[in-house]
């Protein structure tokens, strides 16, 4: 970091992202709760292997990211349709990205493999799985991995992968900053306008303190007045302004390196003053 003397609020803090010496693992604990019509939690907890290497003649950014099997809420597969949806997760445990000079994924690398992975899984459920429900999901997760964009924005929107690669690098107060999360509420993604500021941590760590918020279309309000009227939420009285989404996070990254080694984020939905959905994410370096 060059010295600056400028009032602490103006320095500019740049880091810059450098091949690791060696893969670095982390554990990753998503809690996401429903608050209504009544409140339910899911917890989901996995291991992550992180590799970044660096093409120095090229300054091109690759990592290898390899995720463990996820348990949710700390208990095996329950029912046929729960081992269904983790054979088809199992299909993603393995991702190669190329990322960008601020940290943000530009192309996925090992989209051939992944579809080949999928075609080889996909026989063996049309096999061992029937029914009509089960056959189309089967089809709509076919859909998604046949075209590499749709797959590619989707692995985007996980919400590991959209916080592990939110953009840290270079000028870390930029202002013009974009983060897309697929909230899973009403078909409505989200996509939050970034602010990040950074603070010296200590002679090594920089501390990242990020805030989001999102704006809402009409479209997307029509969307959650029907996902209300099915759950039996009353939201009559609201209006779109009433809208708000919110994401709140703290990063900690190594300066010299560019390694990352923790991150807390938390995303808060609410409409009228109701909170509908949160999402607390902890990713921690072993």
């Known amino acids: 970091m060059a010295l600056s003397f400028l009032p602490e609020e103006e320095q500019e803090i740049a880091l810059t992202q450098k091949k690791w010496e060696a893969p670095v693992g982390y554990n990753v604990q998503i809690n996401t709760t429903m608050y209504l019509p009544q409140k339910s939690t899911t917890n989901i907890r996995y291991k992550a292997t992180v590799v970044c290497d660096k093409n120095e003649d090229t300054q091109q950014v690759f990592y290898t990211i390899d995720r463990t099997t996820p348990v949710v809420n700390n208990k095996p597969p329950k029912d046929g349709f729960e081992e269904l949806t983790y054979t088809i997760s199992s299909v993603f445990n393995t991702i190669k990205l190329q990322v960008g000079v601020t940290g943000k994924p530009i192309a996925l690398i090992n989209y051939k493999a992944l579809q080949n992975k999928w075609s080889a899984i996909k026989n063996k459920l049309q096999k061992e ?10 089809l709509a997760t076919h859909q998604k991995i046949m075209r590499e964009d749709v797959l590619f924005q989707n692995l985007l929107n996980d919400p590991f992968l959209m916080v592990f690669f939110g953009g840290y690098y270079t000028n870390i107060a930029e202002k013009q900053k974009l983060v897309t999360s697929q909230n899973h509420i009403a078909g409505i993604d989200i996509q939050y306008a970034i602010k990040d500021t950074p603070s010296q941590k200590d002679a090594s760590l920089v501390a990242i303190s990020r805030l989001g918020t999102a704006q809402f279309s009409n479209q ?26 919110i994401l709140n996070g703290t990063s900690m990254i190594h300066q010299q390196t560019g390694e990352i080694h923790t991150i807390q984020s938390n995303q808060q939905f609410t409409v009228a003053t109701k909170l509908l959905k949160e999402v607390q994410l902890h990713i921690k370096k072993n």
Do not use: W
């Not at 969307?223 to 302004?241: F, V």
């Open 220 to 245: 997307d309000y029509k969307m959650l007045q029907k996902y209300c009227k099915r759950k039996g939420i009353a939201i009559e009285n609201s209006t779109k302004a009433q809208m708000h989404a």
């Open 129 to 138: 799985y029937t029914g009509a429900s089960v056959t189309n999901y089967i």
